[in-house]
Nanobody, 121 residues
Framework: QVQLVESGGGLGEPGGSLRLSCAAS????????MAWYRQAPGKERELVAA???????NYADSVKGRFTISRDNAKNTMYLQMNSLKPEDTAVYYC???????????????WGQGTQVTVSS
């Protein structure tokens, strides 16, 4: 079994910062791409940022220049540094990872349970 566990959410002030973490554990052979998604009330889940196994990144236009995605492959952990927070960043943030559980197995997508981020003064 594979688990993804997010941490680091909570209440942030406009203009402030928060850092999210996503730790993968279990029967992991390798992790391909990892990503952060978010879902605000009444809205569809959207991609925030993604990072390949080699470290290539891409971001939603709404967070470019403010958020930074990174990963520590040795720790099977991904991070999202969120700076210059805005009220519209309020959402449940989910981590996603494409994980192989064996050398002969294809990668499958796994999701964390989500962590609430609220930006308010």
């Amino acid at each position: 079994q594979v688990q993804l566990v997010e941490s680091g959410g909570g209440l942030g002030e406009p203009g402030g910062s928060l850092r999210l973490s996503c730790a993968a554990s279990g029967s992991i052979f390798s992790i391909n791409a990892m990503a952060w998604y978010r879902q605000a009330p009444g809205k569809e889940r959207e991609l925030v940022a993604a990072i390949s196994s080699g470290g290539s990144t891409n971001y939603a236009d709404s967070v470019k220049g403010r958020f930074t995605i990174s990963r520590d492959n040795a720790k099977n952990t991904m991070y999202l540094q969120m700076n210059s927070l805005k009220p519209e960043d309020t959402a449940v943030y989910y981590c996603n990872a494409d994980i192989r559980t064996g050398w002969s197995r294809a990668a499958n997508p796994y999701w964390g349970q989500g962590t609430q981020v609220t930006v308010s003064s």
